[in-house]
């Protein structure tokens, strides 16, 4: 067999275990399971991040505030010293980053900078996933780029392809053509072409705004641009400075994380000139981490498959408890919703229609939210502190979970009945908790976005909402799919679990059975290879 290619896979968030703060979100839980897969495939994968040193955000839920955020400061005893430190000019001032190794998660191996170093006068600099603003977001993301690139190179490490996990990555992109201009004597556009012949980047903001961009003088100021002109910035990222628009264009291909979203993807970039082709490579998640054993193991009898399950439930109804003080029953149809609190996802969109909300709520339902909005994002405040609302008009039957994590969202996807999604078609990239989900069997009751239309056989393996409705009117399309979500609910999800209870458990066989292989990250990462991976390199 030919010899693999070697991946750099660069990300600002890395997932691996609940207690290893490193992740905020979606982002890093799919970095942490891309990582998990390759180990276990065997291929010459290695991660690259940050040592963040408080993480993301602690968020709290008190009486008198509401949603609040602590920032606790970690430490880890199991990472390894690679004795490796490299530099990065940042504000024309040396910052050095200390190259830490971890390797005990059943992940390829991964890297991570720390500036948090006496000799720093900018230690904070990995101080906090996503904080604060303009100009310390610039200096994160010089040293996961530029720094990630030098500590590759200062640990051996020959690396055929960096993988952009989001656009954080860019400067990476300009560490490289700066290293065949000075190093090689290369022309820009000589440089340019032969850094984009070892670049690839999967795309996920579905949403213009939501794109970073930077000032072309900020970048100049703090030394991001390696000595490249403001004109070639503009040729790379435009003015002002799109991150996103950069790694289409220095990547040699990019991929959308469903196929929906690749659609989606390149209509929105369509205007960009110069522009790598966006392909659809849907997401994955690592079956090892995510599906219950005891689910997988039982999934071929559907009277032990039930046991299993109601087993499972009952563990995560009393970690609801233990957290929560609220005991919800057993017997009750059992909702899940767990996301980023963003307004797009309509995580209160079951109570818009009041009467059926109490209705449902009163007989039938109960529902475990959990959720978390970035430190400075009011709306995504206001969005938990209103579920907290919904939980104490329907108490006992609606409840919170604070500080959403790895843990809770294990439990939530391995023990509810079943996983609402209902986000405005087509505004969610790919929605991998869905996936989770249905591999252990709870059924999803999702619109049609992001992975769910690859999936979805209704009324087989789980139910759709909204029949792939979109409007440009908001208000029509909330309207149009809470309609939709009603009727599915009452006429079809209620009256199959209290009354079919056969035809459940045989859905929740389809779910596991069509979606455990098709939606795993090991399949994801064989697509990488096949489709993004393997090419001819020239040799440096």
């Not at 979606?515 to 001819?536: G, H, P």
Request: charged content about 25%; hydrophobic content about 40%.
């Amino acid at each position: 067999m030919k010899k693999l290619p070697t991946v750099a896979y660069f990300s600002m968030e890395f997932g691996l275990d609940s207690n290893f703060k490193i992740y905020a979100g979606g982002l890093g839980i799919l970095a942490g399971d891309y990582l998990k897969a390759a180990k276990d495939l065997g291929y010459p994968v290695v991660g690259v991040g940050i040592l963040w040193k408080q993480g993301y955000n602690k968020q709290i839920v008190t009486e008198e505030y509401g949603v609040i955020d602590a920032f606790p400061i970690y430490r880890y005893n199991f990472l390894k010293d690679t004795g490796v430190k490299v530099k990065v000019r940042i504000r024309n001032r040396d910052v050095y980053c200390k190259v830490w190794k971890v390797d005990n998660f059943g992940n390829s191996d991964l890297y991570l900078l720390d500036t948090d170093l006496p000799e720093n006068s900018d230690r904070w600099i990995t101080g906090q996933l996503y904080g604060w603003f303009g100009e310390e977001r610039v200096a994160q993301e010089m040293v996961l780029g530029i720094g990630g690139v030098r500590a590759l190179k200062e640990l051996g490490i020959k690396v055929d392809v960096y993988h952009f996990n989001e656009g954080h990555a860019v400067f990476a992109g300009l560490e490289l053509v700066r290293y065949y201009m000075e190093e090689k004597g290369l022309s820009f556009e000589q440089a340019l072409s032969r850094a984009r012949e070892k670049i690839v980047f999967t795309t996920h903001t579905p949403v213009e705004a939501g794109n970073e961009t930077h000032p072309l003088r900020l970048l100049m100021y703090m030394g991001a641009n390696l000595n490249l002109t403001e004109e070639q910035l503009v040729y790379i990222g435009g003015a002002p400075f799109n991150m996103t628009v950069a790694a289409l264009r220095l990547a040699r291909i990019s991929n959308a994380v469903s196929d929906l979203h690749r659609i989606t993807a390149n209509a929105m970039w369509a205007q960009v000139d110069r522009r790598s082709e966006i392909i659809g490579i849907t997401n994955g998640v690592h079956v090892g981490t995510w599906a219950d054993r005891r689910i997988l193991e039982s999934k071929n009898n559907p009277e032990k498959l039930w046991q299993t399950h109601t087993q499972i439930k009952r563990e995560l109804l009393d970690f609801v408890e233990k957290r929560t003080g609220v005991k919800l029953k057993e017997d009750v149809l059992t909702i899940g919703f767990a996301r980023r609190a963003a307004p797009y996802k309509r995580s209160d969109l079951i109570f818009r229609d009041k009467e059926a909300a109490d209705k449902m709520f009163k007989n039938d339902l109960q529902i475990i939210f959990a959720g978390k909005s970035h430190p400075l994002d009011d709306t995504g405040k206001e969005i938990v502190n209103n579920i907290i609302a919904m939980s104490k008009k329907y108490p006992g039957k609606v409840v919170f979970l604070e500080d959403y994590d790895m843990e809770i969202g294990k439990m939530l996807t391995r023990g509810c009945d079943i996983w609402l999604n209902n986000p405005r078609r087509p505004l969610e990239a790919c929605g991998t908790s869905g996936m989770k989900a249905a591999m252990n069997g709870v059924l999803n009751v999702s619109t049609l976005d992001g992975w769910w239309p690859e999936a979805c056989q209704h009324g087989i393996n789980g139910w759709q909402i909204g029949d792939g409705f979109e409007s440009k009117d908001e208000k029509e399309q909330d309207s149009h799919d809470l309609k939709s979500l009603v009727n599915v609910m009452q006429n079809e999800v209620i009256p199959t679990y209290y009354k079919n209870r056969d035809k459940w458990v045989k859905m929740m066989q389809n779910s596991i059975e069509s979606t455990l292989e098709k939606f795993s990250a090991e399949r994801m990462v064989k697509e990488y290879y096949e489709k993004m991976y393997i090419q001819k390199s020239h040799k440096d």
